[in-house]
């Protein structure tokens, strides 16, 4: 059986996702600002994850959930044992080149509550040479994916002249969605509990 040694996954892009989600919201704050305050408003809580987690879930209870799909085979560990490898069919011809690789990992704050999920999408037949298999192309493939999986509200396009991405936002009450590329491979997806980020708006 596989054994999973958890540790923090990509710490670097965690903090470089701090500051450019900043950036980003300051370039569209008007937008965002409404999106974020009428969803406020609502008063309705969408805490579900993925996989059958959500917002509140323990360390213990993720690493528990993550055994348990791994026994199931579902899950592996991810590079390096940082995180949690997850492979997302496809309904083409040749799954094998149009598969998606899914590594993710819980955002636990000090009480070791899930406060959020740093998550990285690429095809499984990526090549440097293959625009095809780029995040560029993988892009809108996983914000439709993210549609299916969290209905509700449309991603906002979010651009920033300090940050030359594409990068799109979706919120749901206390559930926001950011997702990017990161580089020609990957595609990042940041989902973050606003109860928690703006605790005076989400009560």
Request: charged letters at 25%; proline letters at 3%.
């Amino acid at each position: 059986m596989m054994r999973f040694n958890f540790v923090k996954f990509n710490k670097l892009l965690f903090l470089s996702g701090i500051l450019w989600s900043t950036l980003w919201f300051a370039s569209c704050e008007s937008e965002y600002n409404k999106t974020v305050n009428r969803e406020a408003e609502k008063g309705i809580a969408k805490d579900s994850l993925v996989l059958g987690m959500s917002f509140g879930d323990t360390r213990q209870s993720f690493y528990d959930q993550c055994w348990q799909l791994n026994n199931k085979g579902l899950v592996t560990q991810g590079p390096n044992n940082r995180s949690v490898q997850y492979l997302l069919s496809s309904n083409d011809a040749d799954k094998n080149l149009t598969a998606i690789n899914m590594l993710f990992y819980g955002s636990f704050n000090e009480y070791d509550f899930m406060t959020g999920m740093d998550m990285e999408f690429s095809y499984k037949a990526w090549s440097p040479w293959n625009d095809d298999m780029s995040s560029k192309k993988l892009l809108p493939v996983i914000k439709d994916t993210l549609m299916n999986w969290f209905p509700g509200n449309d991603f906002i396009p979010i651009k920033s002249d300090k940050v030359k991405l594409e990068t799109h936002v979706k919120v749901d009450g206390n559930r926001q969605i950011l997702v990017y590329a990161k580089d020609i491979k990957d595609v990042v997806v940041k989902i973050e509990n606003l109860k928690i980020k703006y605790p005076e708006k989400f009560k």
